[in-house]
């Protein structure tokens, strides 16, 4: 079998083939796993994206369930997060977190929305420290978000 750079492994997972008639094209999925030979190592990609889940991110999102969770797919590979303290991947249906000091936790639908209205990471809130804890008080609708040791966020 013969070596691929990964530029060439980057253009064979670029690869689409087009059904008569003109209809959308779909994505080739033995070019993507052949792309699938070029992931970093501590990464991993879900098809059909060919985005990298990385490290403790990644981690999280298989204990959660991978696409089958509420994350869904990748919708980014692993960006740095501002002031280099942390980590975060994009889903569909959300992100995870990780920062050295509090580890990944997925953030998402209307705590990420509030946590953004905040400054997310930069702001007063700084990184989640636990998962996302949904309660609701005595069935009056209202949400609580716990994150950096109190009661960070509540609203309806």
Request: hydrophobic share 40%.
């Amino acid at each position: 079998m013969q070596d691929k750079t990964t530029s060439e492994v980057a253009a064979a997972a670029a690869a689409t083939t087009v059904d008569e008639g003109n209809a959308p094209a779909v994505q080739d999925f033995a070019a993507t796993a052949a792309a699938t030979a070029a992931v970093a190592a501590g990464c991993q990609i879900y098809p059909p994206t060919s985005f990298q889940v990385c490290g403790a991110i990644r981690d999280k999102y298989n204990q959660m369930g991978g696409p089958t969770s509420f994350l869904l797919f990748p919708k980014s590979n692993e960006l740095t997060n501002p002031g280099n303290t942390g980590k975060r991947s994009e889903f569909i249906g959300g992100n995870i977190y990780w920062s050295a000091a509090t580890g990944a936790h997925p953030v998402a639908h209307e705590f990420l929305f509030k946590w953004g209205d905040h400054g997310y990471e930069t702001g007063f809130l700084k990184y989640p420290k636990t998962d996302e804890i949904v309660w609701f008080p005595r069935n009056r609708g209202g949400l609580l978000y716990a994150a950096s040791g109190s009661v960070s966020a509540a609203f309806s």
